[in-house]
T-cell receptor, first 115, second 114 residues
Framework: DAGITQSPRHKVTETGTPVTLRCHQT?????MYWYRQDPGHGLRLIHY???????DKGEVSDGYSVSRSKTEDFLLTLESATSSQTSVYFC??????????????FGPGTRLTVL | QKEVEQNSGPLSVPEGAIASLNCTYS??????FFWYRQYSGKSPELIMS????GDKEDGRFTAQLNKASQYVSLLIRDSQPSDSATYLC??????????????FGKGTKLTVNP
């Protein structure tokens, strides 16, 4: 257990509404990531953070923004949700492994449905 | 675009058999390779990491890496019904900005039949 929680765990919303998902970690990990997982596409990186206020885009960042104002929280915002953003969203943290390479550990996920 | 390819399966093996899962990757600069197990409705769980050519064993799991062939595999010996899950291969990629991120394959679904 890497001490990662996600909230909410489930959410149903309507097209055009803003949505914020929260990832919270308790172990002071520097790196945090947001992924989405869809059938036929696997896990795809949305955004990631390598420190407070330091974020960068992943491969599917359009329509999403992130913020990290403190180490323990990484927020993912859908400014105006669309049905194509219906997905399962996972947060992950990384720690250096024994060789220095970063192993990633995942939170429990948030299932988001946009009607 | 860096790619990681896996056979989607499903792969079905009898209980007690060896399950073999395969993965190829496109980025020759990748140095770290991971296998995750994901049960239906759950989050991915890291089960193996491998960084050097050759085999790495952990209990019933063996990861094999061949960087020259850009190939990584996972063997599960004495397969159990509890091993039934989707297995994700992940490979690290260094971005132009120097950050490190993982690229995942789409996963192979394994079913172990009692």
């Amino acid at each position: 257990d890497a001490g990662i929680t996600q909230s909410p765990r489930h959410k149903v919303t309507e097209t055009g509404t803003p949505v914020t998902l929260r990832c919270h970690q308790t172990e002071n990990h520097r790196y945090m990531y947001w992924y989405r997982q869809d059938p036929g596409h696997g896990l795809r990186l949305i955004h990631y953070s390598y420190g407070v206020k330091d974020t960068d885009k992943g491969e599917v960042s359009d329509g999403y923004s992130v913020s990290r104002s403190k180490t323990e929280d990484f927020l993912l915002t859908l400014e105006s949700a669309t049905s194509s953003q219906t997905s399962v969203y996972f947060c992950a943290i990384s720690d250096p492994g024994t060789s220095g390479a970063r192993q990633q550990f995942f939170g429990p996920g948030t299932r988001l449905t946009v009607l | 675009q860096k790619e990681v390819e896996q056979n989607s399966g499903p792969l079905s093996v009898p209980e007690g058999a060896i399950a073999s899962l395969n993965c190829t990757y496109s980025d020759r600069g990748s140095q770290s390779f991971f296998w995750y197990r994901q049960y239906s409705g759950k989050s991915p769980e890291l089960i193996m990491s491998i960084y050097s050519n050759g085999d790495k064993e952990d209990g019933r799991f063996t990861a094999q890496l061949n960087k020259a062939s850009q190939y990584v595999s996972l063997l599960i010996r004495d397969s159990q019904p509890s091993d039934s899950a989707t297995y994700l291969c992940a490979v690290n990629v260094i971005t132009q900005g120097g950050s490190e991120k993982l690229v995942f394959g789409k996963g192979t679904k394994l079913t172990v039949n009692p």
